[in-house]
């Protein structure tokens, strides 16, 4: 038998979406619980994310009369698809994830966290059966970080400096057209300065899921230990039973009774493993934290595990200007296409996808057609309309952009369409007919290639005030524009095949005993698919709840 230099009932690899969540669960059932994070800060992606999680027939959901049960969500999922050579998207996992995600909302109630709905996210297949327009989004209420005390500095900072919540921070894009946005804009400035005078720090979005969550557990009994690398799972008789670490630069052994949770995220940062698994990506590319580098992936590998889906990954969509390879957080793409006046188009200077819908099909629409046509990077091929109503990268609407841009050939400038393609080594006669169509269909109001504007998520993503569609718009006012698109991620998405329970399999199905994983440490429960908002973040905190909660010996 190993001698460990401390032990506890549960170990927990990683701080991210879920593990906060598992510590609550073995906390309420009153076991020791340790959290052990390599970075020096707590909360892992999902503190820089959104924070979402998209949770089907979530008790707001019953509170505010929108409909949903078990069976429609599943007859979603089932539309959806994605589930072909995808082991971590087996009917068990999807039913388990269904039956027990608005299980775990509610006992994060119950320990104090503030959730809500979000009141309009559309899922992102909206017109598939099951399918809801309102959408299943779930996040947390705005937070003050202050009160965590000493703990303040030791969260991850999300991508949010005032006091919006998400919601409204997607809604302020369109202050230039609408006087309910420079209200909006008033509102939320003057909500941020009010809670400055009176001493609080609000944050939203994943910084505030995670400072709830961080405030729960260290409520509640849970240990961290922070800036500490796990270099080995410990395996004894066929099962784990604690991990070697090193800790202020010894090494240091914790033994764990009832097992270790891997939930550690991805390997977004690791370009070895992403030049193995998905060719063609990068790490410059990546909104996932700093620590997210696969190791403990590898770990478990070492044990036996099996893996899934290891060439997929959150695709976010992004445009990459100059001197933003290291910012904290990329310059978001999720709408700058499917907003009016825009198009995507490759090398060739022709339109292969919808510019809207899922950023994880997006950008596998990009890899896709990468095969036969070059499309890393695409073009987003834009009008002065664009520029004078939305953002591009990180600069407010407006034609003047920095003289960097042009001089850098990130921004592409023509007084023609054919003088844009002359910039982009198009042939002018192609991008020219690809833009005439496209404004043939604006016109008609019905996108004949790819149907885009006929899903309610389409419409979501573009702007309310653009009459009769709100992301159709021609591209018609001189100059015309154009600038690079990358298919960035928020993660990958594939990892360790697990059980419904949480269990690490090996390849031929048996568990490895006292080894569990959630998160992108593990082959996703949506298999290649992206449902909707939340949908890496909703199946990270479930099964850190529903493994906890098995090693734990809960009863369901």
Same mark, same amino acid.
């Given at each position: 038998m190993s001698e460990f230099d401390v032990t506890y009932d549960f170990v927990v690899v990683g701080s991210g979406g879920g593990s906060m969540c598992a510590g609550l669960v073995m906390r309420n059932a009153g076991r020791s619980v340790l959290i052990i994070e390599k970075t020096q800060l707590v909360g892992g992606t999902t503190a820089k994310s959104g924070g979402v999680m998209w949770v089907p027939n979530n008790p707001f959901m019953k509170r505010d009369g929108i409909p949903d049960s078990p069976e429609r969500a599943m007859t979603y999922l089932d539309s959806v698809g994605g589930t072909e050579n995808a082991p971590g998207a087996t009917l068990e996992r999807r039913q388990?994830?269904?039956?027990?995600?608005?299980?775990?909302?509610?006992?994060?109630?119950?320990?104090?966290? &503030?959730?809500?709905?979000?009141?309009?996210?559309? /899922?992102?297949?909206?017109?598939?059966?099951?399918?809801?327009?309102?959408?299943?989004?779930?996040?947390?209420?705005?937070?003050?970080?202050?009160?965590?005390?000493?703990?303040?500095?030791?969260?991850?900072?999300?991508?949010?400096?005032?006091?919006?919540?998400?919601?409204?921070?997607?809604?302020?894009?369109?202050?230039?057209?609408?006087?309910?946005?420079?209200?909006?804009?008033?509102?939320?400035?003057?909500?941020?300065?009010l809670t400055r005078l009176t001493g609080k720090r609000m944050i939203s979005s994943g910084a505030a899921l995670q400072g709830r969550m961080l405030q729960a557990a260290l409520k509640a009994g849970v240990e961290f230990s922070l800036e500490t690398s796990v270099q080995e799972l410990v395996e004894e008789d066929g099962a784990v039973k604690g991990v070697l670490t090193t800790k202020d630069g010894k090494p240091w052994r914790v033994g764990a009774r009832l097992g270790v949770l891997v939930n550690a995220g991805g390997f977004a940062r690791n370009q070895d493993m992403r030049d193995q698994y998905q060719p063609g990506t990068m790490v410059e590319w990546s909104n996932a934290a700093e620590g997210d580098t696969g190791e403990m992936i590898r770990e478990m590998m070492r044990h036996g595990a099996a893996t899934g889906q290891m060439e997929e990954m959150v695709g976010y969509q992004t445009t990459m200007s100059p001197g933003v390879e290291n910012d904290y957080v990329k310059p978001p793409g999720q709408s700058l296409t499917a907003s009016p006046h825009a198009i995507l188009v490759d090398q060739s200077g022709v339109r292969y996808q919808n510019e809207g819908g899922s950023y994880m099909a997006y950008c596998q629409g990009m890899l896709e057609r990468n095969k036969t046509v070059p499309a890393v990077p695409?073009?987003?091929?834009?009008?002065?309309?664009?520029?004078?109503?939305?953002?591009?990268?990180?600069?407010?609407?407006?034609?003047?952009?920095?003289?960097?841009?042009?001089?850098?050939?990130?921004?592409?400038?023509?007084?023609?369409?054919?003088?844009?393609?002359?910039?982009?080594?198009?042939?002018? /006669?192609?991008?020219?007919?690809?833009?005439?169509?496209?404004?043939?269909?604006?016109?008609?109001?019905? /996108?004949?290639?790819?149907?885009?504007?006929?899903?309610?998520? /389409?419409?979501?993503?573009?702007?309310?005030?653009? &009459?009769?569609?709100?992301?159709?718009?021609?591209i018609s006012k001189a100059p015309f524009y154009a600038v690079p698109m990358v298919p960035g991620d928020v993660g990958t998405y594939g990892g360790v095949v697990t059980d419904a329970a949480g269990r690490v399999l090996r390849e031929d199905g048996s568990v490895i005993q006292g080894l569990y994983a959630a998160g992108v440490s593990t082959a996703g429960v949506m298999g290649r698919a992206y449902p909707g908002a939340g949908a890496s973040v909703g199946p990270a905190f479930t099964f850190g709840y529903i493994s906890a909660r098995h090693a734990a010996g809960v009863n369901a």
């Open positions: 388990a994830y269904v039956d027990q995600a608005p299980r775990m909302l509610e006992f994060l109630m119950s320990n104090g966290i &503030k959730l809500n709905r979000a009141k309009y996210w559309p /899922d992102y297949y909206d017109d598939r059966p099951g399918g809801s327009k309102a959408g299943r989004c779930v996040v947390a209420d705005l937070f003050n970080v202050n009160e965590l005390g000493p703990w303040k500095d030791k969260l991850r900072p999300g991508f949010l400096n005032f006091a919006a919540t998400l919601e409204e921070t997607l809604r302020l894009k369109t202050y230039k057209q609408s006087w309910a946005g420079k209200m909006l804009v008033a509102k939320v400035g003057l909500r941020t300065a695409s073009w987003a091929i834009l009008d002065t309309q664009f520029l004078r109503n939305y953002m591009l990268g990180n600069t407010m609407p407006g034609v003047n952009k920095p003289k960097s841009w042009f001089e850098q050939g990130y921004l592409r400038k023509g007084n023609t369409i054919e003088e844009l393609a002359m910039q982009l080594n198009i042939t002018p /006669d192609t991008l020219k007919a690809t833009v005439e169509r496209f404004n043939g269909f604006v016109t008609v109001n019905n /996108d004949e290639d790819f149907k885009r504007g006929a899903r309610a998520y /389409d419409r979501w993503l573009g702007d309310p005030y653009n &009459k009769p569609s709100e992301t159709l718009g021609t």
